[in-house]
């Protein structure tokens, strides 16, 4: 989980994205790490904020990630820029 997290770091400093990441590790369940961090899903929620937050103006390039842990389970929250609002679907 690091490793990605500091590649994609070093990805949105380049593009002048501001990155945030706020995480209550103490508060997160105890999974087994297979179960929680799920590389392939991680990196394209952080691939799509990306690829939003580029497209905007580059003072106005940010993302955030929260990652809060709720009694059994942890709530992530990938927030980012973006020019248009997302398309909705059904």
């Known amino acids: 989980m690091d490793f990605l997290i500091s590649i994609k770091k070093r990805d949105m400093d380049l593009k002048h994205i501001l990155f945030r990441l706020y995480s209550d590790l103490l508060s997160l369940p105890n999974h087994d790490e297979s179960e929680v961090w799920n590389l392939d899903v991680w990196e394209i929620l952080l691939d799509n904020a ?27 929250k990938v927030k980012n820029a973006s020019v248009e609002l997302p398309r909705k679907s059904g």
């Open 50 to 76: 990306i690829e939003a937050a580029e497209k905007c103006e580059l003072d106005k390039r940010w993302i955030q990630v929260d990652l809060i842990g709720k009694g059994c389970t942890f709530q992530l």
